[in-house]
């Protein structure tokens, strides 16, 4: 049993780290913009471009919000800032975010529903979140981040 210290998130409600309980919802829209732009792409049903337009609205607005607690414990804790695993899954979920919101620029109006820049971009942030997801679990698992290990066997 671990009863050493592990870094702590610094954004917490009841002792709970709130950054983990927040990526869910955006993760879930963000791969279902892809699948909707892939699907499109192959059967050319103007519903899915309109999904995937929304999956990706909602996906950004819930990002940033996860993004927000994210930054609070990264910038909240030097153990936390200190672990390679941290840099690489804040800077490559600040750049889907970013990447996120071009798209939706690029097709917000435009003439064609998916235009092939939206594909790309969907399916470069799909590639990526499953990137930096592995770096975030990567911090709980190998790093015990935000584990309270005085708690696990009480």
């Given at each position: 049993m671990n009863t050493g210290r592990t870094p702590q998130s610094t954004a917490k409600i009841a002792g709970r780290p709130i950054h983990p309980m927040t990526v869910a919802l955006p993760i879930t829209l963000l791969v279902i913009t892809f699948v909707?732009?892939?699907l499109y792409t192959f059967t050319g049903e103007t519903l899915l471009a309109t999904v995937a337009l929304y999956a990706l609205g909602a996906g950004i607005v819930f990002a940033a919000l996860a993004g927000v607690f994210g930054f609070i414990d990264y910038f909240g804790s030097r153990e936390i800032r200190s672990?390679?695993?941290?840099?690489i899954h804040m800077i490559g979920n600040t750049v889907i975010l970013l990447l996120s919101i071009v798209n939706f620029l690029l097709r917000y109006g435009a003439a064609e529903p998916?235009?092939?820049?939206?594909?790309?971009?969907?399916?470069?942030?799909?590639?990526?979140i499953h990137v930096t997801g592995w770096m975030g679990w990567t911090m709980v698992y190998r790093h015990g981040v935000g584990v309270n290990t005085a708690r696990m066997h009480g």
């Open positions: 909707c732009d892939a672990l390679r695993a941290a840099h998916v235009p092939t820049s939206g594909l790309i971009l969907s399916t470069i942030v799909f590639v990526a």
